[in-house]
């Protein structure tokens, strides 16, 4: 599986941005997909995961109600929503894919290189 994420930027407290994760390789929707994101100085941390297209979303509790995840299936491509947007929502944030899913990093065998989300208060 080959991950690119794209969208990500800067952006202003209570803004949005919407990143995107398209996928090519093994079967899409067999998958679990998520987002991680990583600040410096700080440990991978799970932000949301969405299994078999669509069937079952996660949320972390530091995004719950402001972040979006869904798929396109026809695309091959997982997205993240993300409203109202806090300078301690910047980060560099991972697409990952994986057969067991979960807010683990350890569910997910395929990652994307990143794109760096800029919050600015």
């Known amino acids: 599986v080959h991950l690119v994420e794209s969208g990500g930027g800067l952006g202003q407290a209570g803004g949005s941005l919407r990143l995107s994760c398209a996928a090519s390789?093994?079967?899409?929707?067999?998958?679990?997909m998520a987002w991680f994101r990583q600040a410096p100085g700080k440990e991978r941390e799970f932000v949301a995961s969405?299994?078999?297209?669509?069937?079952?979303?996660y949320y972390g509790d530091s995004v719950k109600g402001r972040f979006t995840i869904f798929v396109d299936g026809a695309k091959n491509t997982v997205y993240l929503q993300m409203n109202s947007l806090k300078p301690e929502d910047t980060a560099v944030y991972y697409c990952?894919?994986?057969?067991?899913?979960?807010?683990?990093?350890?569910?997910?065998?395929?990652w994307g290189q990143g794109t760096q989300v800029t919050v600015s208060s």
């Open positions: 990952a894919s994986g057969p067991f899913g979960g807010t683990s990093k350890s569910g997910y065998d395929y």
């Open positions: 969405i299994f078999r297209n669509g069937d079952s979303t």
């Open positions: 390789g093994r079967t899409f929707g067999s998958r679990a």
